[in-house]
């Protein structure tokens, strides 16, 4: 029940990071989702990443399409600004926004139907054009909210819990961005936060469109044998090319791992992001590697999680408009209106 | 038949081939009558193609400024073959035919009611130029030459205008002004000239400018702040987005380092160009998007967003006829009701209402104050007869005084000391919310944005009161509304009578030519300009101040009628439909018409008497 405000429990021995917020601080109205919806474990990596990293909430726009999962904004981060914004096209949303203002983070949360089906055009236009957000996508393979029918992420010869099988060839999201030139691409599961916090914190520190697929059973109509999106079918088939370790520029680094398993990338504002390589052949530089990769697993039945492609060079939308540092929506009249003066000139050379 | 005698007062019809150079020809001819101080009223008329097609330059000289379409035609210049016939039909009786006499024709192909005036312009253009571009252009530049001569007008103002046009390029000049004279004075030598039009020099063109609603569009959205849009090209809006580019190129580009002041991005289709200007404006930058009918259909469930949202969006709604296959290049006022409730569930949008490109500006930057201080969209809704053509109006103007109204925007500050922030409350009375913008503070003022399933604090509810709510204060907000949208213009005719005319936008100055018409007939008509949507209480006064209102559009369901009668509660046989929609601009000839037809033959009888007051 969200109406019903969040008791804060004043617990002074909560832990605080380095701007004196507790984990409480990051969180949000009480969800309304389902006992056991893998949702509610992405919420909860958000408002773990947002913590551990700092962020102010107030700095954080987060927005979202139509769907269990786009109903989750509400749930994490109660003191940044959400907008709920219409199935499918929180892409555009989120782009005019990030274009208002350059300064804020931008977090995009939407379902597969929100993004694979009715909103894939949106979708694939963000990521090539180069928004700077975190765009994460909680991929069920169902619509949940409408009550279980297929998304376009669902495999072919899946089954729904009425027994009816899916003929259609799934989307695989992950392979989209990467054509499509979203420059950090990640894939994880709701049921394994060690790995899904670091790719989260990694997401929101990439400049450019970081993209990362969360697999998110849904228990009520998607949990079943027959289905690829289940607990179960996940944990067995889960095939990790490598395991994140984020790094923020001021945080010591004293993990250590065996030599050539170990790759090192630093991003645009110095956080670190440490890759222990599961598969060693894989390297998450190669785009191209990364869609082979991922379509030969694909071809055995496996799920790669995992960073799997990153450009830490990248460059985002307002480079390409080579707009100016301070943001859009805090330029005065006297920085937009060119005045009566420019008018007369104007007028005179229209006569 | 006696010839067309005319000066200052006749119209001059260009038929070409679309692609053929024509276009900046013909507008050096329109520009040079300009220069001698003669009003002009140029209209293009053109396929929805970019080669090979039939277009035409239409324009009407009037001394008196009248801007409206004329119709008919006194002088035509026909220089494509493909329309011949049904141009040579168009000229009045005892006009002129103008044309290219290389090939000879069969007198069955002329008229004989008319003056026919030919110049073997292809031969002197193959004798003169080797080049078969230069052929083409100085071909076009060749007939103005010949039209200064036959319509008297004085050459040296062409000669100065090519000189301004070129200036630094000169190679073009003295290539330019060979041609034109090669035309002047093949004409002077082998045609009586001038002929019975004639153009003579005079004073009624004054301070005024030249441009097209469009391009002042495009100027009202920088003066008027925006700094993002998404948008989507499509005829007849796209030179809009165009203007701002090229505008805010010139005036928004930041002189330190020459990075821009705005972002203009081109979506992959109106859904995602209306989702970006939404965004963009929930987060406290001005934006707007330009489109035309069909992407308007394509918005409607964002407009619906917004308006739910309260999220401040200005649209401009370049209007033309039907759906994608639907006269794309021919204009109509046929949008009204697709704007005033686009989207689903009672919904309710503001409408402004330009007649011509000083208004495109001055309301098109009015438009965002609006937005901002209503907190919902504002849709501009011009056509393609003021967005596409080049009119005269009156100079821009701007106060260096005025200030952007941001409307109630919540800083930190007023948030720090405390202020009760709902989202959705009521607080002033007038129906109007106050809102943060992302980033405001860091602890309050932050909210979730869905439709209406929440409450005024913007939490989560489904609960019927809080959704009565809503809606009791939204529609309050639009009383508000009435009193901000710009005030209709009122002209009462010389004397009293029960008889009124309603009319908007682009129907401006043939509806100021026809009261004329109608003056000197002795029928009277007191004229009210709508302006804005929701109706301000003159409107509906209007109404109920006369027997009969003539509700004057360019649609052809009468969709003003349609909100005066559903907005304002009128009776509908009180109100008699003028409608003009065909595709081209409605002319004076056509209202007058109308009215005095109306007038005569249907013998309206009052039903009610006038109360005095
Ligand atoms: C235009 C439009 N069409 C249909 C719907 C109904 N609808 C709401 S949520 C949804 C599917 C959501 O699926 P998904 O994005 O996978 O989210 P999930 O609930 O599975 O998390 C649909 C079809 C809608 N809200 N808007
Ligand atoms: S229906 Fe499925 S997706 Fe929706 S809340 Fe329940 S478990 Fe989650
Ligand atoms: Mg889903």
Redesign the pocket.
Known sequence: MTYLAKPKLLRTDAPKNTLGYTRRDYEGAISTLCAGCG?DSISAAIVQACFDLDIEPHRVAKLS??????KTPDYFLGASHGFNT??GRMPSVLTGAALANRDLTYMGI?????SAS?GIGQFAHAMRRGVNMTYIV?N?G?????KGQF?ATADKGSKNKRGVVNSDTPIDLVALALQLGASYVARSFSGDKEQLIPLIKGALRHRGPAFIDVISP?VTFNNHPGSTKSYDYVREHNDAVNRLDFILPRDQINATYPAGSLRRIVQHDGSILHLRKLATDYDPSDRVGAMNHLQERHALGEIVTGLLYVDSSAEDLHRHLNTVEKPLNQLGDAYLCPGSKALDALNASLR | MKPIQSSNDFVIKFANVNGSGSASANELFARAIMRMGVPIAPRNIFPSNIQGMPTWYEMRVSAAGWLGRRGGCDLMVAMNPQTWDRDIAEIEPGGYLFYDSTKSQPRSRFREDITVLGIPLTEICNREYTDPRQRQLFKNIMYVGALTALLDMDFAVVEKLIADQYRGKDKLIGANVNALKLGYDHARANLSCPIGLRVERSHGVGDQIFINGNDACGLGAVYGGATVTGWYPITPSTSIIEAFGSYCRKYRTDPDNGMARYAIVQAEDELASIGMVIGAAWNGARAFTATSGPGISLMQ?FFGLAYFAEVPVVVFNVQRGGPSTGMPTRTQQSDLIACAYASHGDTKHVLLFPEDPYECFTLGAQAFDLADRLQTPVFVLLDLDIGMNDRLCQPFAWDDQRRYDRGKVMSAEQLEAGKNFGRYLDVDGDGIPWRTIPGTHPTKGAFFSRGTTRNAYAKYSEAGTDYVYNMERLRHKFETAKTLVPAPVLKPASQPTRYGAIYYGSTSPAMAEASALLEAQDVHVDTLRVRGFPFADEVIDFVNDHDFVFIVEQNESGQLRMLLINEGEVDPKRLIRVLHYDGTPITARFISGRIADTLSTHKVTPIRKQVAS
């Open positions: 949702h399409g139509i769907g269990c999962s786009s219409t199935h939407s379902g597969d139907g929100d009715i909680e069920n169902v619509y949940g909210l409408t998304s849904c | 469930e």
